[in-house]
């Protein structure tokens, strides 16, 4: 099995996994389909460390983004920035007619807790929710989702937090009781290495009070519904129910055969292979003491795209910059069911390329 497509997102997928999807389609108001859900579920709670409330949402991540905010805020959110995706919250945000205030750190830079609590102590005005993100895909910057999530706790309390675990989830920690968040999200093409369509999500019991209290939240994203649902080991309306085969063997794969410690630790031996082998030929932009375990953005001496249509000729596929770091760089993902020795095996060829 060798994988020569590092994009940071989709990511590339084992071929029994994509076996998973070619599966007869079963009813999903079936006993065959609660066993299947009831898996799912209980897996979903070690991925995200919790024991509240988990479902899944047939959806790619700015979906259940979207519904995060149509569910949880009234009036006003303040959105933390550091990029592309972070973005995202503040532009969701204002197409939904709330009130928005960006806490910007700069792209490249991760969200200081102190900006946050000066931020949250001036501000007379009380937010709905905070957004965070915890890894920033656009720069490869990893925010500390846990010191932040302390910091709304502390000076705003009420203030739920929400955050985007898009392209951290399955590759790095969460700890969703412990950092004390209200909903964090995931679309599963990412750390979790399965093809893009759904979105998991966990949901805290306040979150889900707060939802209640919200009339006009929509039907298709109405995550009380979800919650409800989810309880009984059942869906709101039809899924794609390919993915939650492949979902569930997946989730099963993590979990009980190669264990999350030790893939948490496969993706932190990724970070530092990339940053040291790529260090002879490209600047490292973002802030390197929150290098993300994910996906790296590096500024090559040579052109980006040079080095990209180099590397394609030579069979691998390497991520493009984003946004702002659009012309100047070029990102590495290594997420997902990547192995370190295929990872050495296109920086070998990497560096052929860059250096040559
Ligand atoms: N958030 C982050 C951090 C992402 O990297 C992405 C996609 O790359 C998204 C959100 C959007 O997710 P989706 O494409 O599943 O809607």
Redesign the pocket.
Same mark, same amino acid.
């Given at each position: 099995m060798t994988c020569k497509f590092f994009v940071p +997102?989709p990511t590339w997928i084992r071929p029994e996994l994509l076996a998973e999807l070619a599966r007869p389609v079963i009813g999903h108001r079936s006993a065959e389909f609660r066993d299947l859900y009831a898996g799912i579920l209980a897996n979903l709670k070690p991925l995200f460390g919790t024991a509240a409330s988990t479902f899944v949402v047939t959806s790619? +991540? @700015?979906g259940v983004?979207q519904a995060a905010l149509e569910n949880c805020v009234a009036r006003r959110v303040l959105v933390t920035t550091c990029g592309a995706?972070s973005e995202?919250w503040f532009s969701i945000a204002e197409s939904l007619g709330l009130e928005a205030d960006r806490l910007d750190a700069g792209w490249g830079n991760a969200i200081d807790p102190e900006a946050l609590a000066d931020h949250l102590a001036s501000r007379r005005a009380h937010y709905d929710a905070v957004t965070i993100?915890h890894?920033? @895909?656009s720069t490869g910057v990893t925010n500390d989702v846990a010191a932040l999530a302390a910091i709304v706790r502390e000076e705003s309390p009420g203030t739920m937090v929400l955050v985007?675990a898009?392209?951290s989830l399955g590759g790095m920690p969460v700890r969703f009781d412990e950092w004390g968040l209200d909903v964090c999200l995931a679309?599963v093409?990412?750390g979790l290495a399965l093809p893009?369509g759904i @979105?998991v999500a966990a949901m805290s019991n306040a979150a889900i009070e707060r939802a209640k209290k919200h009339p006009y939240r929509g039907t298709y994203f109405d995550l009380v519904q979800y919650k409800e649902k989810a309880d009984e080991v059942s869906v709101p309306s039809t899924p794609s129910i390919p993915h939650f085969y492949a979902l569930a063997a997946q989730l099963g794969r993590i979990i009980n055969s190669e264990g999350l410690d030790a893939r948490y630790e496969r993706h932190r031996q990724m970070r530092d292979i990339t940053l040291q082998r790529t260090a002879k030929f490209a600047k490292h932009p973002g802030d390197a003491a929150h290098a993300s375990c994910t996906v790296t953005a590096l500024q090559p001496v040579k052109s980006p795209d040079a080095i990209r249509t180099e590397m394609k000729k030579r069979g691998y596929t390497l991520g493009g910059g984003y946004g702002e770091w659009k012309e100047t760089t070029f990102r590495i993902g290594h997420m997902g069911d990547i192995t370190v020795e295929d990872l050495n095996a296109m920086l070998d060829v990497l560096e052929e390329v860059a250096l040559g």
């Open positions: +997102g790619s +991540g @700015t983004m995706f995202r993100t890894n920033e @895909t985007d898009v392209s679309s093409q990412k893009p @979105t």
